[in-house]
């Protein structure tokens, strides 16, 4: 299939080998950047507008650098992984359980204590790997760190409705379909942070 490097036409234009960077091409025309969407396999996205583009043209979507648990998830082969949280205050990661805690969630925005970090290329690269493995066995069943963070995930959206109290970077998607990318929550959700929290222990 193509593949485009969507940079913004100020920008320097990619020479990446296999890549065509639609962009800023000279030859460049609307008809065919609107073949490319309806014809690509799937979209590779951050947490924007471009994730709405993929959804009106039907097609699946792999979204990386999101500050929102559940975004960019409603097509049901979407995938997503998410910015990872530093604690300055216990010196650690949160793993993604606990980024679905009362605690995280209700509480302030605090940019002193937290610190949003990007994905790195490994987990960007991993994430798309795993969409072209969704997409080649899409009856596949979620591994049980995805069917946990679905739960925890269609737990949190209710509250986070009716309470009106969540931090605005966490405000999650209403019926999304999709779930997080198989490697990455593998490697981050962590069973047993979702154990302790459901036994009622904050985070320590």
């Known amino acids: 299939g193509v593949q485009t490097c969507a940079l913004p036409i100020s920008m320097t234009p990619c020479p990446w080998p296999g890549v065509v960077d639609l962009a800023t091409a000279p030859w460049r025309i609307d008809a065919f950047e609107l073949w490319v969407v309806l014809n690509s396999r799937f979209f590779v996205c951050g947490d924007s507008g471009p994730y709405l583009l993929a959804l009106l043209a039907g097609v699946p979507c792999v979204s990386v650098n999101t500050i929102r648990l559940g975004y960019n998830t409603i097509g049901s082969n979407d995938l997503y992984i998410v910015k990872r949280v530093f604690d300055r205050v216990h010196k650690r990661f949160l793993s993604i359980a606990e980024m679905f805690s009362d605690e995280f969630v209700h509480g302030r925005v605090d940019f002193n204590r937290f610190e949003w970090v990007d994905n790195t290329p490994e987990e960007i690269r991993e994430a798309v790997e795993d969409m072209v493995d969704r997409l080649a066995a899409p009856s596949r069943p979620r591994t049980p760190e995805q069917r946990r963070h679905d739960e925890l995930l269609s737990q ?47 985070m320590s």
């Open 156 to 202: 949190i959206v209710p509250r986070l409705s009716a309470s009106g109290r969540a931090q605005p970077s966490l405000l999650a998607r209403r019926g999304g379909r999709g779930t997080l990318s198989p490697r990455f929550a593998a490697r981050y959700f962590d069973s047993a942070s979702a154990d302790r929290l459901e036994h009622g222990h904050r």
